[in-house]
Structures are given as C-alpha cells and as structure tokens.
C-alpha cells in the first residue's frame, strides 16, 4: 500500500482546531452555533481533540495495541493536557526495538507535516530515551510529563516511570545544570512581573519555571506548589491562551496592541489591568523558584572529613544585628528587630553589599516585629537607607525581596500607586516601580560625580513616583518627594532640592534634544529654572544619564550625553555668571566653505568624524535646501539628530548631527555627488524614500496619533517659534516634514531630533507667522507628512 493510501488526513484535525478557535472574539458565536470557550474550557477541548485524533489514527500508521512494544507518548503541553493555540506537538514513538519503526513513524508524522501542523517529535527505545535524558536536561524535564496516548500501554508506562524514576535518583546532582539554564533564559527572556512586554512562558515567573517547581517536587526536594502559586498558574496558562486566540498564531511574548483585547476576553478591564495582574503572577511565581533554588542548593547532607562530622556553617557578622549563615543575610542571635528601627535598612544592604539573599525567615521576623518608622526618621536610619540606596546591583532583587513581604511599602508608602503599573511611554521596557530601582542602581554608579550622592539616590528612587495619577507626573512626584523628604528628616533646603530634583528631572534631556543649546538665551532660561543652584544641576546632569539607560536600550546615546553635557557647560557658565557664546550662526570653517562654494557655484559636501558625524552642506541659498539634504542623508541610512541652517555669502549652509543605522559613514563624495542631483532635482528622492521605506520598513503597524504642540517662549529669539512634532518614525521622515514646511514658505532655522523607541519628538525653530490660520495651516501640512 502506498504513503498517501496509509497517512492520515490531519486536515479534518486542523479544521476541527480552527473551528474550536474561530467562536469568535468575547461574546461572540462561532460557526458551529456555539458560544465562546473559556480559556481553561478551550485548552481541554484543544488536548481531546488531538488526543483523540491520535488514538484515532495511530492505528493506522501501524502502532500496534499490547504485546507490540510499540507505543505513542505526548509530552510538553499536550502531556499536561493545557494544549494552548497553535501549539506544537511533542511526540515520542518508543519501542522495544525488536522491528523497524521508520516507516511507522513516517506514517504517524506526515500527516501532520503536510497539514502544518508545528511538531516535536523523536523515535526511541526506553534505553535510548533515558540515556539522552541522562545528558539532555530539557529531554530529562519533558520526559517528567510524559503521557500514554496510543499502542503498546506497558512500554509506554515502562518508560514514564523510569524517566521519573531516574530524575528522583539524580535530581540533587544536576542542580547546577538546572540552575545554569534557567539564569540563561531569564537573561534572554526578562521577567514576567517587570517588563512591559512581557515573555509569559520563557520569562522569569513564567510558565517554565512553574515547571521548574514541579520538577523540583517530582525529585521530592520542594513541596508541590501552594494555593498562590497554583493560582498564578492559571492566570499565566488563560493569559497565554487568548493571547494566541487573539493573534492567530504562536505568540508568547504580551504587546501592548494585544493587552486590551486580552484583557477584555478576561474580563480585566484594559491592558493596564492585566499587566497588573500578571506582575502580581509573576513575582509570586518568581519568589517560589528562588525559595526553592536556594532551599535545595544549601540542604547539601553533610559529610565527614577524616572521619570528623563537617561542622555547621558558621554565623559570620555582616553588621550590627545581621550575619551570613548558609549562603543567607539572617537575623544575629541577639537581635531586637521591634527595638531596632534600623535593623530592616542594615539587613538590606547587607544583602546588596555581600550578594546573598535575606533569609525568608528573616524577612517574616521583621514583617511581624519591625516598629513603624516615625518621622522624622533618626540620622542614623537614613543613613542606612542611603547605603543600601547605594550599594550597587543587587538592589534589584533586595528591593523585590522587601516589597513582596510589605516591608518596602511600610518605609514607602507612596510606593504603591507605582508598583507593578506599565508605562505609556513606548520607549520603556520596565514597568515603573523597577524602573525607579533600576535608576537607583545606575545613578549609584554616578555618585562621585556630584556633591550630594544621598540627593541623588533619593532623587533617582522618587523621580517618576508621581506617575499612575491623572496629573503631570513630575508636579505631583514633587510633591511626594516633599512629604517623603520631610518623613526622612531632611532639612528644609535639602527637602527643597529633593523636591527640585524630581520636578525638573526631563528638563535637561529635553532641553538638549528638543531645544537650540546654541542660542545664549536657553543656558540663561536653565539657569533661572534651577534657581542658579550648581548643586542641583550636577544631581539632574548624573540623573539625566541613569535615567535614560533604565528606559531602555538606544535611549541614551553618545549624541545626547554629548548635547547634555554640552547643555549642562554652558548652564554652569551662566550660573556663574561668565560671559556666553554670542550665537554667531556659523563657525569659521563653515564660512569658508561658503565662501568657496559660492565662487564655484557648486554643492559641497564635508564629513567629520564617525558615531556620531558631522555632515556640512553646502549650497546657493534657495528653498528646499534642508528637505533634500535630510532625503540624501536618509537614502545613505543616516539617522538625523539635529540640524541647524545657516547662511553666509549668498549661500545655504546646513549642519547635520548624524549616526550610520547600519555599517559605517558613506564615502563623502557619494553624499556630495547626491546632493548635487537632489538640489538640481535630478534624484527623485520621494520615489527611492518610498522604496526604501518598502524594503526596510515604514510606519509602525499601531502607531500612536501623531500631535503637533508650539512653545512660544522657548526658542530664545522673540521672532522665532518652537514647533514640535510627535509621531511615529519612519525612513525620511525629517524630509517629508521639511519638505512640507519649505512648501509652506517656511523658513526652518534649527531642528532637533529625539528618537525614542519607535516614536520621535521633532523640534524646529521657525519664524513666527501671522494671521489666525497660519499655525492651523503649518500643522495640517505637517501631520499629512507623517504618512
């Protein structure tokens, strides 16, 4: 008999699938009549369905029943039976090897190859299967969930027993093989509870690590999960699910554009809701598997060592109340946690300090026996907090450590308005409360480079407190970080600098990448916003940098440290009352390259330097100079970040900030060559952008609604406006926007260009207009050139 009059049509199994999966969107109706499954009813329906179809067609590929010594086992979801959409497979063919089994597995396996059906699969003895486990650690946890599906019951019991079997009898040996791997797929994968893009089965608190926990509990080294955790697992599983019932295809990583329809199918309201929600799931799960790691890495039996007993660990001090005992920060013998206010800050740095985690009894001793921090809190107190503020990156997980066990909110109250809440800035991978952390051990770094470093840990720790309420996020932190700087015991001025800080902690980043630096004006308007105050500007210099490196990657650039280290010079310049740079629009070397090109009457182009570049056009003054060098420096996949305009000789001079996107800089006369063909109009630049934007991606798939806001007062010259755009990115962006300006008979003095994300805020100094329509005029062309 032929393959095709043998293999099984997979195609009514994939039909039958789409049909389960296709009941619609919540509260819908699907083909078959019915109403729509709930998460928990829909993986059960997704395991009989191909479990059946197993059964139903092994036979048929020639799995014979008893006594064959030939048996079909599921492991992995379907092994579980929490099949979730567009699952693969995981299949294993065993037998006793006593006949062939190739075309057996060939029979079983395409079908559901042909069908598309994603599959696992591996044919083996049970002597095979337990030597591969025995060297292959993902093999040896699958084979824990291992399932009889179809064929020959006693091999495939056979074999699930003496997978278990042999996992119980060297489980403690591979412990550092285990740990090994989970830390590599926490590195790659983040964490479920803290990013905004959250991996539900790969991240830290994920689903693998539930089974992590189970393996642990099979080895009989951990009791079986509690109630909490087994909660999180359900909520992680019905996340999982209708977020590939929502996509239609295998995803585990949760998108924003996904979370509100996910969280409605959940009935949590919107996406902040259920990111919440999973925070919540992930940190319970997180803190379960650390317990267990460490519980099952230091419960070593002791051993004697020529023919004495090992001796107990010993209690090594760490600091006033606090030792090192079995790899954990424990309470010293003689410690009054409800006399000692300062205990719970000393704890904590010492666990930063050594790299050793807090004891889970010590944390339940001090939750129930620490006093209440009255204010103002002693020097000695906020002294501790500042060392563990200090410490370095271990705060990470010490921090999380305390506020899963309330000890972190009872020093902080304000805490919890931030704690788990994703951000709505795209350009964040965090959600907000490590973000805070994650500055804090960054700005740690940044001490020595400020007068203050307590100011700066504080400010670092408080800076985005205010967010999660309906008001200006860095007024209302202000004001916390008052109240909390009054609690601290702080004096006045320092309340008033804490305070200062937080208010104005974007004012740097956004004056430098959004403002003309260049222009005498704005150091002096820096200068009266931070009331003259060096002190404060160093804090906000050394936030600005751990700030933006807690954001997210890309968000702080050579260029921007450059253009806020030069904003921050020139400030300094202005508190002290130096004499500042007149603003003359163009150095001496441009000049003369105007000047020579104006003899020539033909474009120039210079390049200095590399990451990032110079790039200097030359050309005889007319319109549409910036729209076409910024279309040739988008062609050559140069990413712009400020451009200013100038003229001297009769001739347009522009200077552009750039970073190759890819590669190293293009040969100059490249770029020369170009702009001289965009500035004759023979390079049709809209055709080869839109190509290029074809080829190598335009305009997100979701992109947020572009705006246009003016600042009046915020250019330096009283006859120049600042217009700033904000919308999504996209290849030659800064020339369609020039380009729409130009048409309107705008002349663009300056610009500026912040990318942050997928997002960009565009600032351009313009002449100001006249007439009631003129800025309605210039924002319609704008936001039509955003695409």
Aim: charged residues 25%.
């Amino acid at each position: 008999m032929t393959q095709g009059e043998h293999a099984p049509n997979a195609a009514d199994l994939v039909l039958a699938r789409d049909r389960l999966l296709g009941r619609g969107r919540a509260g819908s109706v699907g083909a078959s009549g019915g109403h729509r499954l709930s998460p928990p009813a829909l993986r059960e329906a997704l395991a009989d369905l191909h479990e059946f179809w197993l059964t139903a067609h092994a036979a048929q590929a020639g799995i014979g029943g008893r006594g064959e010594g030939v048996a079909l086992l599921a492991v992995g979801g379907l092994g579980r039976r929490e099949l979730v959409p567009y699952a693969d497979l995981d299949l294993v063919l065993v037998h006793d090897g006593r006949k062939p089994v190739a075309d057996v597995a060939e029979r079983l396996w395409y079908p559901l190859w042909n069908a598309g059906v994603g599959l696992d699969h591996s044919v083996r003895t049970v002597g095979e299967a337990l030597e591969v486990a025995g060297t292959d650690l993902r093999v040896a946890l699958g084979l824990l969930d291992a399932r009889h599906m179809a064929g020959d019951a006693e091999i495939g019991v056979r074999l699930a027993r003496a997978a278990r079997d042999s996992w119980r009898a060297g489980a403690r040996k591979r412990l550092g093989e285990l740990l090994e791997s989970v830390r590599k797929r926490w590195a790659r994968a983040g964490e479920v509870a803290h990013w905004v893009e959250p991996d539900l089965k790969h991240g830290r608190g994920g689903l693998r690590d539930l089974g992590v926990l189970d393996a642990l509990a099979v080895a009989q080294l951990v009791d079986r999960p509690g109630e909490d955790v087994q909660a999180a697992r359900t909520l992680l599983l019905d996340t999982r699910t209708e977020l590939r019932r929502v996509v239609g295809r295998p995803r585990d990583v949760l998108r924003p554009q996904d979370g509100d329809e996910v969280a409605s199918a959940l009935g949590l309201g919107d996406r902040f809701t259920l990111v919440r929600a999973l925070s919540g799931a992930g940190r319970t799960v997180a803190y379960a598997v650390d317990v267990a790691l460490r519980a099952v890495s230091s419960a070593q039996p002791q051993r004697r060592v020529l023919g004495v007993l090992r001796r107990a660990p010993e209690r090594r001090p760490l600091a006033d109340g606090v030792v090192l005992h079995a790899g954990e920060v424990v309470l010293a013998r003689d410690a009054e946690p409800g006399k000692d206010p300062g205990l719970l800050l000393r704890v904590a740095a010492a666990a930063v300090r050594t790299g050793h985690p807090i004891a889970p009894a010590a944390l339940s001793r001090l939750g129930e026996t620490a006093p209440e921090l009255r204010a103002p809190w002693p020097a000695e107190v906020r002294q501790d907090l500042v060392a563990l503020l200090g410490a370095g990156e271990g705060l990470t997980d010490v921090v999380e450590a305390l506020d899963r066990t309330g000890l972190w909110a009872r020093l902080f109250p304000e805490w919890g308005a931030v704690r788990d809440l994703p951000p709505r800035d795209m350009a964040h991978i965090w959600t907000v409360d490590r973000h805070l952390v994650r500055t804090t051990v960054n700005a740690a770094r940044r001490v020595t480079s400020v007068s203050r470093p307590d100011l700066l840990l504080l400010g670092a720790l408080l800076h985005d407190i205010g967010k999660g309420r309906d008001a200006d996020h860095s007024v209302v932190g202000a004001a916390l970080a008052t109240q909390v700087g009054h609690r601290l015991g702080l004096s006045k001025q320092d309340v008033d600098t804490l305070a200062a800080v937080v208010r104005h902690h974007l004012l740097l980043p956004h004056t430098a990448t959004r403002r003309d630096i260049d222009d005498p004006a704005t150091a002096e308007r820096m200068a009266e916003t931070l009331d003259r105050d060096p002190v404060l500007l160093d804090i906000l210099h050394a936030l600005a940098e751990a700030d933006s490196l807690a954001t997210g990657p890309g968000v702080w650039t050579d260029w921007k440290a450059a253009l806020v280290g030069d904003l921050v010079r020139k400030t300094r310049a202005a508190m002290a009352g130096e004499p500042l740079p007149d603003g003359v629009p163009l150095a001496a070397d441009k000049r003369a390259l105007a000047e020579s090109t104006a003899a020539s009457g033909k474009p120039d182009v210079l390049v200095a330097g590399t990451r990032p570049a110079t790039v200097t056009i030359a050309t005889v003054d007319r319109p549409g100079v910036l729209s076409r060098a910024a279309g040739v420096l988008a062609l050559n996949s140069l990413e712009v970040h400020a451009a200013t305009m100038g003229a001297h000789a009769g001739v347009a001079v522009g200077v552009f900030t750039v970073t190759p996107r890819f590669g190293s800089m293009p040969d100059p006369s490249l770029l020369r060559e170009q702009f001289a063909r965009a500035v004759a109009g023979t390079l049709p630049l809209a055709e080869q952008l839109a190509a290029k934007e074809r080829d190598y991606g335009g305009v997100a798939a979701d992109p947020p609604e572009p705006r246009v806001l003016w600042f009046d007062h915020e250019a330096g010259s009283p006859d120049v406006v600042v217009m700033e755009l904000r919308c999504a990115d996209r290849i030659g962006l800064l020339h369609s926007v020039a380009d729409a300006l130009e048409g309107r008979g705008v002349d663009v003095r300056w610009a500026r260009v912040a990318t942050l994300g997928g997002s960009v805020v565009d600032s351009f100094g313009i002449p100001k207009g006249a007439g009631p329509g003129w800025r309605r005029a210039i924002e319609n062309a704008v936001l039509r050139a955003c695409g």
